[in-house]
């Protein structure tokens, strides 16, 4: 018989023990990394749970407040905001009535928790138009790109106005940053920055999101947004594009989907020193949830590998509806 040869290289040496894996953990995940999506109803007299999202609900104002202060409790440094309007129009003016929802909600959550979250508004027009795009229509019909750019800077300074720290267009319209960032400046928000999404996909995982702001989509929105089947070097140009025209972070959304784009723009946008943020979004999240019920996977840990194989992927902000609960898991 001859000799076993004893291997020289164990790589589950540094596996040992749980202190010797966190030793060596390259991929950490904190909870000031994570940012909360969250929408608010307008009208709303209680918080009402959308079907399709268990454990996500359209927040009346006062629990958007609440769940303000319970994720800056938790360590979180950011807030989404959402709203739902109850009327909607072809050109949605809500979006740009400093009484409309998104706007006091902002101004309530900064109200509540100061500087202790960086409160974003979700700057796009889809919640609050009829027909459910992201900008203004033509006559044939078509979003009209140059047009929507006109209501984007307009909604850029109303929620500035309102106290948002940060304001992200996301309608993934030609030269939105630059619009926004001029808009905000001549307005006086210098300080007011940019999340731009700036790869952002027409993605058959935003179905539970359109439930989530009662969207009244007609057609879809592959015109506008990217298609998956281009090359992540799409990606990359965008958010270059993006960071050019003055963005502070840039994102890409799906993240799950878009892992090889994320390292990509991740790693691009590191060269010139900018922060690059994913979305988990409302299908991904709603896939392990409906998993998890049926008792196929392990919930809690689940979510926790879900979020670190985005920061692993070079994601330095991640936006998840897990936030406040994966804050909790970490600790």
Not at 135 to 159: F, I, K, P, S
Request: some cysteine.
């Amino acid at each position: 018989m001859n000799e076993i040869q004893h291997p020289i290289v164990r790589p589950r040496r540094l596996r040992t023990t749980a202190a010797m894996r966190d030793l060596v953990a390259g991929s950490t995940l904190r909870p000031n990394q994570l940012v909360l999506p969250a929408f608010v109803r307008e009208g709303a007299a209680e918080p009402i749970p959308i079907g399709s999202m268990p454990g996500v609900v359209q927040h009346t104002r006062d629990s958007l407040r609440k769940a303000a202060v319970e994720a800056a409790e938790a360590g979180l440094r950011g807030i989404m905001l959402f709203g739902v309007p109850e009327t909607k129009d072809a050109t949605g003016t809500g979006a740009t009535d400093p009484d409309g929802i998104l706007n006091v909600a902002i101004a309530d959550v900064v109200s509540e928790v100061g500087d202790a979250l960086v409160v974003m508004g979700d700057l796009c027009l889809d919640e609050f138009t009829d027909h459910g795009h992201c900008g203004v229509l033509d006559a044939a019909g078509r979003v009209d790109n140059d047009a929507t750019l006109e209501r984007y800077a307009e909604m850029a300074v109303v929620q500035a106005r309102a106290g948002a720290h940060m304001v992200g267009p996301s309608g993934m319209m030609d030269g939105q940053v630059a619009v926004v960032r001029d808009a905000l400046d001549d307005a006086g928000f210098t300080d007011t920055a940019i999340l731009a999404y700036s790869a952002k996909y027409a993605s058959a995982f935003f179905g539970p999101f359109r439930e989530a702001v009662d969207s009244a989509l007609q057609g879809d929105r592959r015109t506008y947004q990217q298609d998956g089947r281009r090359d992540a070097g799409e990606g990359v140009r965008e958010a270059l594009l993006d960071i050019e025209e003055g963005a502070d972070i840039v994102m890409v959304k799906p993240a799950l989907a878009y892992l090889d784009v994320l390292r990509r723009v991740a790693d691009a946008a590191a060269e010139l020193g900018v922060p690059t943020a994913a979305y988990n979004i409302s299908g991904e999240y709603a896939m392990l949830e409906a998993a998890a019920a049926h008792g196929w996977i392990d919930r809690e840990p689940a979510i926790l590998e879900t979020l670190t194989s985005i920061r692993r992927a070079g994601a330095d902000i991640i936006l998840t509806y897990w936030a406040t609960e994966a804050a909790g898991l970490l600790r």
